[in-house]
């Protein structure tokens, strides 16, 4: 073993420098070979606990070359899955109770989920549980609290784990691709507005360099009916053929940002999707229930939902990840939903930072922390302005909850039945979490209270990935055995109980009413005068909750009329994404580096009135793009 690490100021990353790596590492640490790995360079060793547990080796490696560097146990020393699982059943404290382990053979490493991990996770010897289970197995061996359901990460895995040859042979051509020379030294960058600007649904913007072709989220219209050359990314207006595009990335799940990605696979693209880790699964959840939901007007199927699930390289907050020969991508917390990212891109050599928004929410959430915003430079924001008007400023949380209750408990002392339509991920948890609490607390009447089931399956995902929630959820998460995201007196469905029950409540999706089970349930309530709908987020113009929330009594969802003669109630408040104050004070956090501002996701006149807002009050270049416009950045 070295006294001190190896030096590495000869290393050339132009000639072969994983050849260099692999003469300058310790006889100790048995490396067999080095590989391309997607955006990584990965040490595949037969001692690789030496290098686990010499962890400056590796720090040395990655700050010379400046690449990420993983670790990966060859394969010879791996052993069979059963043995593996009765080493777990052995080794873990009998307290822990393991449920289930999901292997991925492509790259050696284990999920083992556990009834209760604290046995494990508050010893001192936790680093050194996994190092021993690292050579004991050969498999690197992650431990987390398994969910409720697992059905979800089932699913998911069978597809990760019967692609396994095509994903590993996947990610070494992509970090060929990323890992190639530069064609030439000088950065170029400008952008083409796909989708969602100057309008809401379909997020879309491609990034292009001398070297890449990056895009930045791929959604859908939030309104029916429109057909494609208004619902989906103006793909027509950007140039490139499809697989001329690097790269994806996704800022968070919602299917107005992700919805079209798997007609990208369908139509040539066969590239690498990048996201968080929880962004990976809610994305399947959500786009399988548009699927179910509408198969006849999407222009992909479950197939190509599963070749995307195979492509996806998920990346975890705060690492910087090459993407491609000239781009580096930080994904930082949003503060939107679980996994909400902003998408931080380090241009050239240092020529140009971008941070691109998606949707994201600057204040106190009890469901994810705060949005982050010390970012070492950022010269171009592109931001979101959904509620970008001067008059979008919402009553504090804690009003609109006691109006909420109040609304809930005179509806319920009327016996009727209350219907919230809501996006499945995001104010959903938010809302279970508050309304468990109003019942405990005494302040909300008991009754019966359904969750619909693919919120229920989204919960899931907000149990696996605690380290993404707040801090106080997380340790409460962590300590508690009850799912917190299921409480004792709420109840799964997915058909026709609501209607059995008087009074009752139910959280459906979608929430602007355009199709899936909130529209059933419109049609149970909508002729009882004693019963209730509560809408709670945002209505995007053109869509039925948004004719119904003007007044609209009668009105057409998918093909069908229905006259609302049930209550319509509105309450501002609950929300996921920043408010007009919000978002000027975060612009104002980010003033001292930026030089651009360009303003999207929100109808014209709310996107026109915050970038004028900016642009007078912080003297930043400000702009408002169409769908369409190309924007030079370097």
């Known amino acids: 073993m070295h006294d001190k690490p190896p030096t590495y100021y000869e290393l050339n990353t132009d000639q072969n420098f994983m050849a260099s790596i692999l003469q300058r590492l310790p006889q100790e640490s048995a490396v067999t070979k080095i590989e391309y790995e997607g955006p990584y360079i990965a040490l595949y060793s037969k001692n690789p606990s030496y290098l686990v547990r010499n962890v400056h080796l590796i720090s040395h490696m990655v700050n010379a070359i400046k690449k990420r560097i993983v670790v990966r146990s060859d394969e010879s020393i791996r052993l069979g899955e059963q043995e593996c699982e009765k080493i777990l059943n052995k080794d873990l404290p009998d307290k822990a109770g393991?449920?289930?382990?999901?292997?991925?053979?492509?790259?050696g490493e284990a999920i083992a989920l556990v009834k209760n991990p604290i046995p494990v996770f508050s010893s001192d010897q936790a680093i050194e549980i996994n190092i021993n289970l690292l050579e004991k197995t050969g498999w690197k061996i992650m431990i987390r609290k398994a969910p409720t359901s697992l059905s979800v990460i089932r699913h998911l895995h069978k597809i990760l784990r019967d692609s396994s040859n095509i994903r590993l042979k996947f990610y070494r051509e992509v970090g060929e691709k990323i890992f190639r020379d530069k064609l030439n030294d000088v950065t170029e960058?400008?952008?083409?507005?796909?989708?969602g600007f100057a309008e809401t649904g379909?997020?879309?913007v491609l990034l292009s360099t001398n070297e890449s072709k990056v895009l930045l989220d791929c959604g859908i219209g939030l309104t029916s009916n429109t057909g494609p050359i208004n619902n989906y990314p103006r793909f027509d207006m950007a140039g490139p053929k499809l697989n001329e595009i690097d790269a994806v990335v996704i800022s968070h799940a919602h299917l107005d940002h992700t919805g079209f990605v798997p007609a990208l696979f369908k139509y040539g693209f066969l590239g690498p999707v990048y996201c968080s880790e929880p962004t990976l699964p809610l994305m399947y959840i959500m786009q399988k229930q548009l699927l179910s939901a509408e198969p006849a007007d999407l222009p992909f199927s479950l197939k190509d939902v599963e070749q995307e699930v195979i492509h996806t390289i998920p990346l975890s907050y705060g690492n910087v990840t090459d993407i491609s020969p000239d781009i580096r991508l930080v994904l930082s917390n949003s503060g939107h939903i679980i996994g909400s990212s902003l998408v931080h891109l380090h241009l050239g050599n240092g020529n140009h930072n971008l941070v691109y928004t998606g949707d994201f929410y600057?204040?106190?959430?009890?469901?994810?922390?705060?949005?982050?915003?010390?970012?070492?430079?950022?010269e171009t924001l592109i931001m979101e302005g959904l509620y970008g008007s001067r008059d979008d400023i919402f009553p504090s949380a804690e009003e609109a909850y006691l109006?909420?209750?109040?609304?809930?408990?005179?509806?319920?002392?009327?016996?009727?039945?209350?219907?919230?339509?809501?996006?499945?991920?995001?104010?959903?948890?938010?809302?279970?979490?508050?309304?468990?609490?109003?019942?405990?607390?005494?302040?909300?009447a008991k009754t019966k209270i359904y969750i619909e089931k693919y919120i229920a399956e989204t919960n899931s995902i907000y149990e696996l990935y605690v380290e993404y929630l707040a801090r106080d959820l997380r340790e409460r998460i962590q300590n508690e055995s009850k799912n917190l995201f299921f409480p004792e007196q709420f109840e799964e469905t997915d058909s026709?109980?609501?209607?059995?029950?008087?009074?009752?409540?139910?959280?459906?999706p979608s929430s602007m009413l355009t199709g899936g089970p909130s529209v059933h349930y419109l049609k149970m309530i909508s002729s009882d005068p004693n019963s209730k709908l509560i809408f709670l987020s945002y209505q995007a113009p053109g869509t039925p909750g948004f004719g119904i929330k003007r007044g609209l009594r009668e009105i057409t969802i998918?093909?069908?009329?229905?006259?609302?003669?049930?209550?319509?109630?509105v309450i501002e408040g609950l929300r996921t994404h920043s408010d007009y104050n919000q978002m000027l004070a975060y612009v104002n956090k980010l003033r001292p580096?930026?030089?651009r501002v360009l303003v999207n996701h929100g109808e014209r006149s709310k996107v026109q009135n915050l970038a004028t807002s900016i642009n007078r009050m912080f003297k930043i270049q400000t702009q408002f793009p169409l769908v369409g416009e190309g924007i030079k950045l370097l």
């Open 189 to 195: 960058a400008s952008l083409i507005t796909l989708g």
């Open 403 to 444: 109006k909420l209750v109040d609304s809930l408990n005179k509806t319920i002392e009327e016996n009727g039945r209350i219907l919230i339509p809501i996006p499945t991920v995001g104010l959903s948890q938010e809302l279970i979490l508050s309304l468990d609490n109003f019942i405990k607390s005494g302040q909300l």
């Open 593 to 595: 580096k930026l030089k």
């Open 558 to 569: 998918c093909n069908q009329s229905i006259n609302t003669v049930c209550q319509v109630e």
């Open 362 to 378: 600057f204040g106190k959430a009890a469901v994810v922390e705060n949005a982050s915003w010390n970012f070492p430079r950022v």
């Open 496 to 508: 026709g109980e609501f209607g059995k029950d008087n009074p009752s409540i139910v959280l459906a």
């Open 202 to 204: 379909r997020s879309g």
């Open 98 to 107: 393991l449920i289930e382990t999901f292997f991925d053979p492509s790259f």
